[in-house]
């Protein structure tokens, strides 16, 4: 069997795809494994309880568990779940939506997927237009989906060391020269694998920028406000005509629901309806219909504001407390400010070696974190920063990331230059 | 904002989209409605129980619930669930199948534009290699998933008329030249439009002809056995290392689960798993979790031979003695023999003006069809045949599909030749 072109691009394993099954492979053998590598939310209790009392109205609601899941929705989503969300976002941010302004993904990673197949690639002239990512690092997920290399081009972030071991990546407006070959900007925010959180003004220049140019500008706000809440910063939810906006149910807890949401103008949740139909028919339900009356009486907000966020702000904190602990005075490090996400971002400025060799040797000894040159695609230029960084989830069980964390100090220190 | 080629390729509605929102419209203005144009399987209550039951176990067994919904499956699937499909497919075929050759999807839809994208399309080389539909009329979901035009091609069917107003597809094999231009070849059993059934030999000169040339063959078993069993003949299930099956949760009457599965040769399965974690990151686990305890203990075969088999069945007969009833005397018409799936496939022999009409006029009385032109793509000749057939759902509530057929005889008649 011979694959096609494309077929081969999509399974040559370069990146990620060959870490995902370096790690399979090494799970397999370890006694201990510190899983600090994957992407999975944390349980938080408060929150399951409130997902299970909703199943249970729903089984206790007439035909509806059986509406749930016996019927089809539309390709653009389920109509109760996209007028709850616009009436919460109008209300609630007075953005001037409705539920046309609302297309439901299975998942986040299917919605960019759509995003980048709708904008980047040959036009119909045949000239090549590319997806801009302003602020490298960027998530390592959008790395692979483009059907061709090339599609993407990312810029150097500048790096602002602002206390003693804590440091915050931020976007070069000064260079961000946009060509007539941009097709899309894209930022997520808050960042995955950074935890940076863009800062109002930032997100207003790029905004004008791609207005501008009459280009729209993706903000993937998995993390960010009104749910999850997983943002630690005061800062503007925003949404235009021109603005993509990426929302999704995993970081609430329901990431085996596959639910991603897109906020946009309507041509675009037309094209958005259009792919899904295409390509996946219809949305799954379930994660709908246990969000939408959550929705419309605002308590998402409350669960997200008053649960979530303090939950994983205090995780954070304390992974950064041990992070100070055990690699000060061992290693030359510092760390992104953690503005929100579920990550945390180490910055080794002197080992002898790359990140890639660390992290064979944190595998060895049960401990699993991604390498941070996978974040780094797009770039034009050599970056040494590249072969520097690792991502942590600090989300997992706390004993497991403490003494995750000082094993990496251990191996680290090994390594130093 | 500008997409790219291929964006504009899939939003470009020229056919079934259109379709489908031209019924969306149609559906706002009309009092009473007989929709028999949708796939929603039926409502089987004692088959919606079970689901039911499921979930309050799962409620009910410690964590299991937050298990499903809190935590991400891998892109291959639920680890259980392609355990117990494997053991089931196994111990009851003999097929040499296990885990390791079944991928989960959301849902098939998905799955088939997976295996249209690993296969058709330029090869490395440059070279265009498309996928050969052997039966026309094939299910319209496919049509628009390649990115270009041109990676289909099918070949007109035989029509065998074989007692009055009852006919049958057969695959004309005497004419299946296969050029090294293929890629693959591709049949849905049961059929979705037609409700055909491809007979065990046509399957195995298929199959051989595939082998032959080192093509996989697709087989999209959505409504075949060993699950949901709408199928009305008694064919065997054929399974090989060269044979990619496709089957689904759907039609067991979860369909907003979202779960497609393929049943594949290792390299297939990495490779689908590769495109679900690029395109889709992990697949929905709910659907998963609720039937894995069915396929290890056997009941789902239960379920679908006592079940849902009989209830679609009685379902056929009734629509069928309906057709008959109100068709004979007033319109030259012949039903394809309703060997499985969930449609009934109605051939005009003698209209004076193309099925887009009737479609119309039907749509102004509240009767909802789908015309059967969007079946036939991919043919290189012209066929007059196109333009002739309709298809219905006929699992949908009793009144309403006879009403339905009712009222098409009425305005065959008016439009005879």
């Not at 804590?166 to 960042?191: M, Q, W």
């Not at 500008?217 to 993509?244: S, T």
Request: hydrophobic share 40%.
């Amino acid at each position: 069997m011979r694959f096609s072109r494309i077929g081969e691009k999509y399974t040559s394993k370069s990146g990620i795809l060959a870490l995902m099954d370096d790690l399979g492979a090494a799970l397999q053998g370890t006694d201990k494994v510190y899983m600090l590598g994957g992407g999975n939310p944390a349980h938080i209790p408060q929150v399951n309880e409130i997902w299970r009392r909703r199943m249970e109205e729903i089984l206790a609601a007439g035909d509806e568990f059986e509406r749930m899941l016996a019927n089809y929705d539309g390709p653009q989503g389920n109509k109760a779940f996209l007028e709850a969300l616009a009436g919460m976002l109008s209300e609630r941010y007075g953005w001037a939506v409705g539920p046309e302004n609302i297309a439901v993904t299975n998942g986040s990673q299917s919605a960019f997927y759509y995003l980048f197949t709708l904008f980047a690639g040959q036009d119909s002239a045949g000239k090549l237009r590319k997806v801009l990512f302003p602020l490298t690092p960027e998530y390592v997920g959008y790395a692979d989906q483009p059907s061709e290399a090339g599609f993407f081009v990312s810029r150097r972030s500048v790096i602002d060391e602002f206390e003693e071991h804590r440091f915050k990546y931020r976007v070069d407006l000064d260079n961000l020269e946009i060509g007539d070959d941009i097709a899309a900007l894209c930022v997520s925010r808050p960042t995955n694998p950074t935890g940076n959180v863009l800062t109002d003004s930032e997100i207003s220049a790029l905004s004008s920028v791609a207005a501008d140019r009459e280009l729209p500008l993706f903000i993937d706000n998995a993390y960010g406000v009104p749910f999850p809440g997983i943002i630690f910063e005061e800062v503007k939810p925003v949404w235009d005509r021109h603005i993509i906006l990426g929302m999704s149910l995993s970081k609430l807890g329901l990431p085996a629901s596959r639910t991603g949401i897109i906020v946009a103008d309507v041509p675009v949740i037309d094209a958005l309806s259009s792919l899904n139909a295409v390509m996946s028919l219809a949305t799954g339900s379930v994660g709908q219909v246990i969000t939408t009356p959550l929705l419309k009486n605002g308590e998402i907000l409350r669960i997200s504001k008053d649960i979530i966020r303090p939950y994983y702000k205090q995780k954070a904190n304390k992974a950064l407390s041990w992070i100070d602990e055990f690699f000060e005075g061992r290693v030359d490090y510092s760390v992104h400010k953690s503005e929100g996400a579920i990550f945390l971002w180490i910055w080794f400025k002197n080992l002898r070696v790359p990140v890639s060799e660390l992290y064979e040797r944190l595998k060895k000894r049960g401990v699993i974190v991604v390498p941070g040159q996978f974040f780094f695609y797009g770039l034009e230029e050599e970056w040494e920063h590249r072969n520097q960084c690792i991502r942590i989830n600090y989300g997992q069980a706390e004993e497991d990331v403490r003494r995750g964390i000082e094993i990496i100090a251990e191996e680290a220190q090994k390594l130093h230059g």
